[in-house]
């Protein structure tokens, strides 16, 4: 399988909502489980979960409102994206 199409599948097997989210976070992973990452803008790891289900909320309540980095890592794939929190 190509590059593109990992890329593609992943992303179609990974969503955060709402985002911008002010309290609660939704998490799908698909059938994939793994590791959530969360970087502030400084690089520092902020928040880290292992995700097994396929659905699965995080609250975002007590991170000071920006921008987060986020790295989901299963066995086989990686993602990256962003999240915002907004109050």
Do not use: H
Not at 14 to 27: D, E, G, H, T, W
Not at 44 to 52: D, H, P, S, T
């Amino acid at each position: 399988m190509s590059s593109t199409l990992d890329q593609d599948f992943l992303k179609a097997s990974f969503k955060l909502s709402p985002n911008p989210a002010s309290q609660l976070v939704k998490v799908k992973i698909g059938e994939e489980s793994g590791e959530l990452i969360l970087f502030d803008v400084m690089g520092r790891v902020v928040l880290r979960r292992i995700i097994e289900s396929p659905e699965t909320e995080l609250s975002v309540e007590g991170l000071p409102q920006g921008l987060y980095q986020v790295i989901f890592m299963s066995e086989k794939r990686m993602f990256y994206g962003s999240l915002v929190v907004q109050r």
